[in-house]
Structure formats: C-alpha cells, structure tokens
C-alpha cells in the first residue's frame, strides 16, 4: 500500500470545508482552524483515517465480499464511476434505489429482468413482437440499464457501503445501518460523521478532492484482490501437492481405492442431481421474467380484442348445449299429452262392454 502524504491531499484541496455557520459540532476534532469564515480539515487527521478505512476494504475485497459505491453528485459519478469499474466493484452514480439494500430481492428480480430481455433478443423471440411491444421493451431495458446495470453482478448484500456526501444519500447510510452493513465515506464539515463506521475527514464537493480519494481507496480495494488472487494460487498449487504425494506401493493404495470408490459414486450422483435441480429452476425463473417482461411490453389497444374474442366464442359453443337444453324439456310434455288420450280411450271400453 502506497504511502499517502500530506503535501497531496493538500494540492488536490481536501482541506476546504463548508462555511462555518453551516458546520455540525461533531466534526469539531477534524477541524484544524478557521480561515475568511471557511473552516479548514487537519490533513494529518484524514491521513491515519484513510490509511485506517484502506486497511478495512482491503480485507472486505481479499475476503470476496463485494463493496457497494455511491455516489450521485454531479462532480462524482464520472470520477467514481471510472475508478470503480477498474476495480470490478458495483456502483451506484444514479438516483439511489429505495428498498436497495433491504428490499434487495426485488431489486434483484429487476436485474433478472434484463437479463430475460437479453435472452429474448438473443434467442429470436425479440423478432416476434410488434413494432410498439419492441419500443417499449427497448425503453424499459435502457432505463434498467442505467439504473442498476453497474449492480448486475451483485447476487447478494455487500459486505460495505463507500458513500461520497452522508447528507445527500442519507437514504443509503439509513438502510446500511439498519442491515448492520459497515459505511465507509467522505465526510465534510457540515455532516455528522457519528452515522458512518470508518470516516474520511475531506472535501465532498470539489472533484479533485472526490479523484484524489477515491484513487486511493480503488488502489487499497485492487490490492485486496491481489491477495485474494494470491490464496487461491496457493491453495490450488497446496491441492496440486498434495495429489501428486500418494502411497508409495499399489498394495497400500489397494483399501483407501476400494473404500473411496463408493464414496465417488454417491457423491457424483449427488452432486448431477443438484446441478440438474438448479439448472431446472434457473430455467423456470427465467421463463417466468420473460413472460413478465412481454405482459409489461404489450399495450392495452393490443390486449382488447383477445378480450372481445373470448365471450363470442363462448356464446357461440353455448348454443348447442341451449338447445339440447330446450329438447330435453320438450320431450317429457309430448309423452304426457300421448298417454292422456289412451286413458280415455280405456274408459270408453270399459263402459261398452258394461251396456252390452
């Protein structure tokens, strides 16, 4: 980690604060003096707390855990969102989602739904759709994209938040803090730094100051990659290792080959069965936000007249069952009036035989 020297931060004009009748009393011990009614930051204050933050993220990122940046100034999303994607870390430099950390499932099915409109125009089914279904689902892909498009490879909760100005995503630090995730930010005089974990005492408005930290945390983060990517290589070089080093003679090897060949067989076939489970869900999610993203594409003077068809059809298919309805009500009054005059007739026979 490189060293960071005072001389730096002071070119780049991390020292200015905010005026001093909107300072907040917390930052009191960060502040060096007062000077033409702006105050200035102790600079050797925000060196031990940015070697202190660089120390923290480059654990998190040499852990695996992701670390979620945000910033939506209008003099920090280009800076942060260069710096950021060198490092392949997720960002957020438009407006802040709200329910994006804990409401992080239905964020995520958002995320899917682009990936469906992806799958869509890759497999043809895109070519299938009106020319205004087209359009709109186009739009709804773009506005996704620019939304959370940084966010797609994020599967789950981050393992920090970097924040550039607390007071303008305090909707960020309030959901960080309810979730328990760690804050690490760029605090200036006029903020509470009690809100955040690991404060950086700094400039947030000046682009300078936002470049010249943001360059330095990015290279804390790259470096805790680079040890990630060194315990792997030795992990796998120790299971290398540790495969070539067997029994020495076939005879000794004979029982542990017998006792594992079982073993194999199981957990192969566990782990098919697995793969085969996941694969069949995957592919019913996606078939799901597929369906969903047509229904959205599709507009309401498109879906009228599937409406209109059905009852016709419907009342055409009743006729039949009406009818036979009709016939069968018929036929029982056609046999009463038939039986009624042979009842009569049986009478009159009846009174013939008694006059003769």
């Known amino acids: 980690m490189s060293k960071i020297e005072v001389k730096d931060l002071l070119d780049a004009g991390?020292?200015?604060?905010?005026?001093?009748?909107?300072?907040?009393?917390?930052?009191?011990?960060?502040?060096?003096?007062?000077?033409?009614?702006?105050?200035?930051?102790?600079?050797?204050?925000?060196?031990?707390?940015?070697?202190?933050?660089?120390?923290?993220?480059?654990?998190?990122?040499?852990?695996?855990?992701?670390?979620?940046?945000?910033?939506?100034?209008?003099?920090?999303?280009?800076?942060v969102s260069e710096k950021v994607a060198n490092v392949n870390m997720p960002y957020i430099t438009e407006r802040w989602p709200g329910g994006m950390l804990t409401n992080f499932v239905t964020i995520r099915k958002a995320v899917k739904k682009m990936a469906a409109i992806d799958k869509m125009k890759a497999d043809g089914t895109f070519n299938t759709l009106s020319k205004k279904e087209k359009l709109q689902v186009d739009r709804l892909r773009a506005k996704l994209e620019k939304n959370l498009g940084s966010i797609s490879d994020m599967t789950r909760l981050p393992g920090a938040l970097f924040?550039?100005?607390?007071?303008?995503?305090?909707?960020?630090?309030?959901?960080?803090?309810?979730?328990?995730?760690?804050?690490?930010?760029m605090v200036d005089t006029n903020a509470d730094p009690r809100d955040v974990d690991y404060v950086i005492p700094a400039n947030d408005d000046a682009s300078k100051s936002i470049e010249k930290i943001m360059t330095l945390v990015t290279e804390a983060v790259a470096e805790g990659l680079k040890e990630r990517q060194k315990d792997k290589a030795d992990a796998d070089a120790a299971a290398t290792e540790g495969e070539v080093v067997a029994p020495t003679t076939a005879e000794e090897a004979a029982p542990a080959v017998e006792?594992?060949?079982?073993?194999?067989?199981?957990?192969?076939?566990?782990?098919?069965?697995?793969?085969?489970?996941?694969?069949?869900?995957?592919?019913?999610?996606?078939?799901?936000?597929?369906?969903e993203v047509v229904e959205e594409a599709k507009a309401a003077p498109v879906e009228a007249p599937a409406k209109a068809e059905k009852p016709a059809k419907?009342?055409?298919?009743?006729?039949?069952?009406?009818?036979?309805?009709?016939?069968?009500?018929?036929?029982?009054?056609?046999?009463v009036e038939t039986e009624e005059p042979a009842e009569d007739a049986v009478e009159d026979t009846d009174e013939e035989t008694k006059e003769k």
């Open 259 to 291: 006792a594992a060949k079982p073993a194999k067989k199981k957990t192969k076939a566990a782990k098919k069965e697995v793969v085969e489970e996941v694969a069949a869900v995957e592919e019913a999610v996606e078939e799901v936000t597929a369906e």
């Open 163 to 185: 924040i550039v100005d607390i007071r303008r995503e305090h909707i960020a630090v309030k959901e960080a803090q309810k979730l328990n995730i760690p804050i690490f930010a």
């Open 314 to 335: 419907a009342k055409k298919a009743d006729k039949p069952a009406k009818a036979k309805k009709a016939v069968e009500a018929a036929a029982p009054a056609e046999v």
């Open 14 to 79: 991390v020292h200015f604060g905010h005026l001093t009748r909107k300072w907040n009393p917390n930052m009191a011990p960060y502040i060096y003096m007062e000077r033409n009614g702006i105050h200035i930051i102790n600079l050797y204050k925000s060196v031990a707390k940015i070697e202190e933050a660089n120390e923290a993220l480059s654990k998190i990122a040499a852990s695996g855990r992701k670390i979620l940046f945000v910033a939506t100034k209008k003099q920090a999303k280009d800076i």
